[in-house]
């Protein structure tokens, strides 16, 4: 699995990581591993933060590298922070509760059932 896609195409929830194998030795672990917030961000952005730090930091020599003005920079900066901040929010014991019947998944009685 590519770490880069870590949504489910049939219902959009995040995928885990359950095998990993060295192509060297052959030695494989299993498990469920989470992705790391930097992994769940899409290959252009991975790309991009990379970048960022190969520059140390440095707006113009990104804005060299990729060929893009001053506030093109710090408006993808900040999507990408953005981003990886919804990786660290907390969820609360109810919100998967909520997510499934907002999107219709069960009842209104099944969501108070599982609420109370």
């Known amino acids: 699995m590519d770490v880069s896609d870590v949504k489910c ?9 359950e095998r990993m194998r060295c192509d060297e030795c052959g030695v494989q672990v299993e498990g469920a591993f989470e992705v790391s917030a930097l992994g769940r961000l899409s290959l252009a952005d991975q790309v991009f933060a990379v970048a960022f ?27 990408i922070v953005r981003e990886l901040d919804r990786a660290f929010e907390v969820r609360g014991p109810n919100t998967l509760v909520l997510e499934q019947l ?13 609420l109370t």
């Open 53 to 79: 730090l190969r520059s140390h930091g440095s707006i113009k020599q990104m804005e060299k590298l990729f060929g893009i003005s001053y506030p093109t920079v710090k408006n993808r900066l900040n999507a």
């Open 102 to 114: 907002a999107r219709g998944e069960i009842s209104v009685e099944q969501a108070l059932e599982r």
């Open 9 to 17: 195409s049939g219902c959009g929830h995040a995928m885990k990581i």
